[in-house]
């Protein structure tokens, strides 16, 4: 299984609302993370989990809240949002290892992502 | 920090080579990236080079010069499907796990 599945795939939610993304992967990545993109914008980081602890967060507003319950899942509970905060959410995962030459942390397996509306 | 800047847009017609260029100005380096995405879809890896040379994966091929601190993505024998962005992404020892992309190069193909 190399799929990072991401539920929903389209999300409209009001300013008032508390609604969750869900990402899971099957691939034993134990980095995942949570990227914002706009339209016409490259991926902007806003967490990293690291063997399921957090271990960066861009400044990201509390509105947003990540959680890895397990080394598959990681979940990003929306709260409060505003309307700025519509874009396309990104999940992605990695090995941490280099290994062959090569560098997890450079090669990012995306999700699909959840297009999110807030009104 | 770090900064990389790559060229908005190329055209180019099917059967082309294309190459789009990458710089980056980073306070450490471990590498950098290139990912496709096409329109409504997710980045895809395409390729990493942390070391200077060239690397080839099929019709792809990517090139880093670690004392210029550039690199390129060289797309051969174009097809229309290769229409899309193309963000080039920079690890830097300082940022350890972080990936920074650059703002992307809409590739469009022209039949």
């Known amino acids: 299984d190399t799929e990072v599945t991401q539920t929903p795939k389209h999300l409209v939610m009001g300013m008032t609302n508390k609604k969750s993304l869900k990402c899971e992967q099957h691939?034993?990545?134990?980095?995942m993370y949570w990227y914002k993109q706009k339209a016409k914008k490259p991926p902007e980081l806003m967490f990293v989990?690291?063997?399921?602890?957090?271990?960066i967060n861009e400044s990201v507003p509390s509105r947003f809240s990540p959680e890895c319950p397990n080394s598959s899942l990681l979940n990003l509970h929306l709260h409060a949002l505003q309307p700025e905060d519509s874009a396309l959410y990104l999940c992605?995962?990695?090995?941490?290892?280099?290994?062959?030459?090569?560098?997890?942390?450079?090669?990012?397996?995306f999700g699909p992502g959840t297009r999110l509306t807030v009104l | 920090g770090q900064s990389l800047e790559q060229p908005s847009e190329v055209t180019a017609v099917e059967g082309a080579i294309v190459q789009i260029n990458c710089t980056y100005q980073?306070?450490?380096?471990?590498?950098l990236s290139w990912y496709q995405q096409h329109d409504g879809g997710a980045p895809t890896f395409l390729s990493y080079?942390?070391?200077?040379g060239l690397e080839e994966t099929g019709r792809f091929s990517s090139f880093l010069s670690r004392s210029d601190s550039y690199g390129y993505l060289l797309l051969q024998e174009l097809q229309m499907k290769d229409s899309a962005s193309y963000f080039c992404?920079?690890?830097?020892?300082?940022?350890?796990?972080?990936?920074?992309f650059g703002s992307g190069t809409q590739l469009t193909v022209l039949p």
């Open positions: 989990y690291s063997y399921e602890k957090l271990s």
């Open positions: 992605a995962s990695s090995q941490l290892l280099q290994r062959e030459g090569r560098d997890g942390y450079n090669e990012q397996f």
């Open positions: 992404a920079v690890r830097d020892q300082g940022s350890a796990r972080q990936l920074t």
């Open positions: 980073t306070s450490g380096f471990y590498g």
């Open positions: 080079n942390a070391l200077d």
């Open positions: 691939m034993g990545h134990r980095a």
